[in-house]
């Protein structure tokens, strides 16, 4: 059943001021219409939306929520500034909620399955205020930290000031700089709750209706590999293969070659091999080639037992 906007306001009710502003928030777009378009505005966006894009894929997820690198306490700080620049809330809350879903994917007690229908999943469901808190034992590797807590206090802060260093640039770099590309960046992301359990391929028996698929890894840098990441969620890549885009990954092995994180976990053989594997069965053959180069050839499952 989709969800309305009746529904997610009913109960337990969203607050006035976190609906108002989302609602404000959602349409600052519109003021792009205010402002003579050029490609250099266009140019911003896409940089702004960048920053967001990566602020929450490779800091809030593949960090905070699943440790998929580790880095100094200075830069997680930097780290968790960038994430929060994405206006969705601290990064304790992020990952906390993010370890649920993982838990209780597809279930009851999934936050924003996509069984509760489109809209909650996507969007609605962090609107409701019983959704406002989160538990602390879920994050508790980063809760010891005072500074991460008082960022995910003071989640505010950070687009805030990111919108007034965009002002002081000039009104048409703050529409395009924050407006559009805060709006972009946010669904973009949702999509990932609420497209990526719906639309794609399953190459892993997960358990859950996650789903691989190509255009919503190329719009979110990576997150679009979602059903590699629920069956291997601790790595720092999630596209598994050379041919599966993960912009995400490339920034952060960029970062461990200039010393700015390191020990990025990556894809265990075992799991690239049966993942080969699964992708020669799909298409009907009876061999695959290994990641060491040879060929081997797929074993007929045992479907009886002779008397």
Do not use: C
């Amino acid at each position: 059943m989709n969800s309305t906007l009746e529904e997610v306001t009913a109960k337990p009710k969203s607050s006035t001021v976190t609906l108002t502003l989302f609602i404000l928030v959602s349409l600052t777009p519109l003021l792009a219409f205010t402002v003579p378009f050029s490609w250099e505005l266009v140019g911003v966006a896409v940089l702004t939306y960048a920053i967001r894009m990566f602020g929450i894929t490779g800091v809030y997820h593949r960090y905070f929520s699943h440790n998929a690198y580790k880095t100094s306490r200075v830069f997680q700080f930097i780290l968790g500034w960038i994430g929060a620049i994405a206006m969705q809330k601290g990064p304790l809350w992020w990952a906390a909620h993010h370890r649920n879903h993982h838990k209780f994917s597809d279930t009851d007690k999934d936050l924003h399955s996509p069984k509760d229908g489109f809209w909650h999943s996507h969007m609605f469901w962090f609107l409701r205020n019983d959704h406002n808190d989160f538990d602390a034992k879920m994050i508790k590797d980063y809760t010891k930290y005072p500074e991460i807590v008082w960022l995910d206090k003071y989640h505010w802060l950070p687009p805030l000031s990111f919108a007034i260093v965009l002002g002081l640039i000039s009104w048409p770099v703050l529409v395009w700089g924050y407006g559009v590309a805060n709006f972009i960046s946010g669904h973009a992301t949702w999509t990932i709750n609420s497209l990526a359990h719906v639309f794609g391929s399953q190459r892993f028996k997960t358990g859950d209706t996650s789903r691989n698929n190509f255009w919503l890894a190329i719009i979110t840098f990576g997150e679009g590999w979602h059903n590699n990441h629920h069956y291997y969620r601790h790595s720092a890549n999630q596209g598994f293969y050379w041919w599966e885009i993960d912009l995400t990954f490339y920034v952060l092995k960029l970062f461990s070659y200039i010393g700015l994180v390191w020990d990025l976990k990556t894809v265990p053989d075992h799991v690239l091999e049966e993942g080969l594997k699964l992708n020669a069965i799909a298409k009907g053959k009876k061999e695959f080639k290994s990641i060491d180069g040879s060929i081997k050839l797929i074993e007929a499952p045992i479907t009886s037992i002779a008397a």
